[in-house]
Every structure is written in structure tokens, then in C-alpha cells.
């Protein structure tokens, strides 16, 4: 018997969202949002993945190498280079299946941690169907690009698991990997850390250093150096910057749903001279209100207040040692901790928010398994389901998406997602607490 077809004898009767028919009409949905988005992304779309290519082959041919100013190491630009020299759509046909694949393995894993013992077969299921669901529009921007985000979830998800299994030097590996490939992931070596993996974090750190040098084999020690330093320098002015707006590397944009952004656009006014409305502004739009207009300088200070007072909660709620969690605990913060980094980056694209699955599979769980959810809850999952699948750009289109998108609403949802996954509900109270066999 299948598991769409399964009736568990603990729970009876499932209720009609968690019934069989109901589990394939899901499930058929999210595999015709799939198909369609593999037609599109392997044989329509111009994407990332070309511009990720064009800096492989230039990688590979162009001499002096010229890129010293790229907001990716090296490392990330070496492995681009691996297909740059494939037709673009053999290319995409080869890495877009596996990055499917990867995100059915990082889904499966997450769905294997987050059920409890004893839930009913269609409650194991379910959160990790719904959440891909409510997530898909994130994961199928990501998939457009043959899934850039999803190799970040991937490799992070397969740390997670070599932690749990006692194999710190394997998760330092994939955690350097994840590193090399974005660096943003670099937030998990303090959490290491914090967490007392004194193996993991220090492996982490010999890995990255391998993965660092080795773009050296092809380019040569001193354009390998002159990279990195120019890396470097590019990031220490972006932080010396007195305006939250200012990357260097890229203009600002409504668009950019990170931390300093969604900061910006509560405590500034931007004018029509503002670089963020280069392509027209949408200010004039009546859905438009500025809520301050604190000077650049005052507005950056007071995102440097909040990032320090969100570095100080996150502390304080992972204060206790890895050895003392239960596997629900561990992977609760490890979610959390995989959007908290993306979030604080000083560039998030709607599709790097795809590492918010594991996550979304914790709180639809939650979700599910209460018989009476705390009314906050209710209305966070609530604002999340319209934001992400009423207000994207495929249903209200470019002008309001526009809006959509400068209210930030995109990077609120996620940090309440971060919010429920680090707050659960008591677990005595849920509808199957009393079911037979249940723990």
C-alpha cells in the first residue's frame, strides 16, 4: 500500500485536507507547477544561470583575469566554469534535474526531522507538501536559474545531518562548500561555535581555506590574491557606508528584500533623485506612503541598532550546547538560522529565500498537529499564504508586485517564519497528543 493510499489505524479518520484524494490533488499540483517551470527554465528563459556561465568561460579563457570587483569568491566562479563551455540549454538540461533532485532529497530529510513520534502517516506528509506549496513560488524563481539557492539548502542540510551523526570534519566540508558557493552561509561558523562544535566550526574554517586556494591551480597565485583583495576592500567600504542603501556592487532596488533594506524603507523618504528610482519611480503610485524621513546617516544607525539587538535575541535563544537538544530543537534552530543569514545579507532576491523550507515544513507542521493554534500563529501563517501566493508578481502583475515588493511585506513574512519556528507550541496540546501509540 502507498502512502497517499495509506489509512493510519493511530490517527482513524484524517481530517479532508489530510485524506488521500486530498494528498494527490496536492501533490498533482505541485508537480504541474514543476513540469511547467522545467519547460520554461530549460528551453525559454534568459536567466542567472547564462550570466553564471559567461563568468565561467571567462574564468576559463580570459587573460589577465579581469573580474576584481564580484560579489562571489572565487571558488563560486570556478565551479560556474564546470558547464560554461555546454550549449546553454544542454547545460540547463543537465543541472536542472539535479537540482531537483537535491531539493527532493533536502525535502525528504526535513520531513524525516520534523515528524514526530507517532503522528499519523498523512501528518508526516502534509507540512512538507504544504509548505513546498506555499514556498514554490520562491523555489520555482530559484529553479528558473537551475538552482543557485538550492545547492546552499542542499549542502546545509546535509551538514545538519552530519552533525547530528557525530561527524563534525564532514559537516565542516559541506558547510565550507555551502561558503564557497554564497558566502553568506559564513554566519554558521559563529553559530558552531555558539553551539560548542569547536570540530565543526575549526574544519569549517581548513575547508574554506582549501576551497579558497584552489582557484589558484588555474588562475595563479597573485590573480588568485588580487581577487580576494579587491573582495576585500569592496566590502569594507560597503560597511564604512553612512547610507543603508549603498551597496557598491549593486544599485539599490525595491526589490532587494534584506534586513538593511526593509530598515531603509520604514525610516526613509526616497525622493525622485534617489538612485533606487533610476528606472521610474513608483512613488507617485497612491499605494505608495513613506512612513520617515530620517537622513541617510540616522537611518543607518538605527539598522545597525536593530542587526545588534537581532544578534543579541539569536544569542540568547541558542545559548544552550548541541549536546543538550533533541533533534526537534536542533533543527528548528538550524532553520531558523539558514533564513536569519539570508535575511541579513545585504542582497536578497526573492528566490535566495528558498532556504526557507525547512522552516516552512516546521510550522505547517505545527500548524496541522494543534487542535487550536494560538490566534497569533494563525495570522502569521495567514499574512505568509496571501503574501507568497496572492501578491507575487504571476498574479498582481509588474506594477503592483512593484509595490508589493517595496512594503518589504516578502522579508516580514520570513521573519515571522523565523519568529514560529523558534517559538512552538506546547506539543501536549495538540490534536494527537491522546491518539494510541502516540509519544
Known amino acids: 500500500m502507498r502512502w497517499w493510499q495509506a489509512r493510519d489505524e493511530a490517527s482513524g479518520a484524517a481530517p479532508w485536507y489530510g485524506r488521500p484524494r486530498s494528498l494527490q490533488l496536492l501533490l ?24 553564471h556561465s559567461e563568468k565561467g568561460r571567462i574564468f576559463l579563457f580570459t587573460r589577465p583575469y579581469p573580474d576584481t570587483v564580484i560579489t562571489y569568491l572565487l571558488p563560486r566562479i570556478m565551479l560556474d566554469s564546470i558547464v560554461a563551455t555546454l550549449d546553454p540549454i544542454l547545460a540547463r ?16 530529510a526535513w520531513m524525516r526531522c520534523v515528524a514526530a513520534p507517532g503522528d499519523p502517516l498523512w501528518l508526516r506528509w502534509l507540512p512538507l507538501l504544504s509548505a513546498l506549496f506555499v514556498l514554490h513560488p520562491y523555489l520555482a524563481r530559484d529553479l528558473n536559474d537551475c538552482g543557485p539557492q538550492i545547492v546552499v539548502l542542499g549542502c546545509l542540510t546535509g551538514a545538519f545531518l552530519a552533525l547530528c551523526r557525530g561527524r563534525p570534519l564532514l559537516a565542516g566540508l559541506l558547510v565550507a562548500t555551502a561558503v564557497a558557493w554564497k558566502v553568506t552561509p559564513l554566519l554558521l ?64 532596488r525595491h526589490q532587494n528584500q534584506s534586513l538593511r533594506m526593509l530598515v531603509a524603507r520604514y525610516t526613509m523618504t526616497f525622493g525622485p533623485e534617489h538612485p533606487i528610482n533610476r528606472d521610474g519611480s513608483i512613488g507617485s503610485h497612491w499605494l505608495y506612503v513613506s512612513f520617515a524621513d530620517l537622513a541617510p546617516a540616522t537611518a543607518q544607525r538605527v539598522y545597525q541598532a536593530v542587526l545588534l539587538a537581532l544578534g543579541a535575541v539569536f544569542a540568547w535563544r541558542f545559548r544552550r550546547p548541541w549536546s543538550r537538544l533533541s533533534l526537534e530543537e536542533r533543527g528548528r534552530e538550524w532553520s531558523a538560522v539558514l533564513l536569519v543569514m539570508t535575511l541579513i545579507s545585504p542582497l536578497v532576491w526573492l528566490h535566495h529565500l ?5 522552516a516552512g515544513v516546521f510550522v505547517a507542521r505545527d500548524l496541522l498537529a494543534q487542535a487550536r493554534p494560538a490566534r497569533w500563529r494563525v495570522w502569521s501563517v495567514a499574512f505568509i499564504g496571501v503574501v507568497l501566493l496572492l501578491l507575487q508578481r504571476d498574479v498582481v502583475q509588474r506594477e503592483l508586485s512593484l509595490q508589493v515588493l517595496s512594503y518589504k511585506f516578502d522579508a516580514i513574512a520570513m521573519w515571522l517564519l523565523v519568529a514560529l519556528v523558534l517559538l512552538p507550541p506546547r506539543r501536549d496540546a495538540g490534536r494527537f497528543a491522546r491518539l494510541p501509540g502516540a509519544v
Open 28 to 51: 498533482l499540483a505541485l508537480l504541474a507547477l514543476l513540469l511547467f517551470n522545467a519547460v520554461l527554465s530549460i528551453g525559454f528563459k534568459v536567466t542567472d544561470f547564462e550570466w
Open 354 to 358: 528558498a532556504v526557507a523550507l525547512p
Open 93 to 108: 538540461a543537465l543541472v536542472y534535474p539535479l537540482a531537483v533532485l537535491l531539493l527532493l532529497w533536502s525535502a525528504r
Open 189 to 252: 561558523v559563529g553559530y558552531l561555535l555558539l553551539k560548542r562544535q569547536w570540530l565543526a566550526a575549526l574544519a569549517t574554517l581548513v575547508w574554506l581555506l582549501a576551497w579558497l586556494a584552489a582557484p589558484a591551480l588555474v588562475l595563479g597565485w597573485d590573480a588568485t590574491l588580487a581577487v580576494y583583495r579587491a573582495w576585500l576592500e569592496q566590502m569594507g567600504w560597503m560597511l564604512s557606508q553612512s547610507d543603508p542603501t549603498v551597496l557598491g556592487f549593486e544599485p539599490p
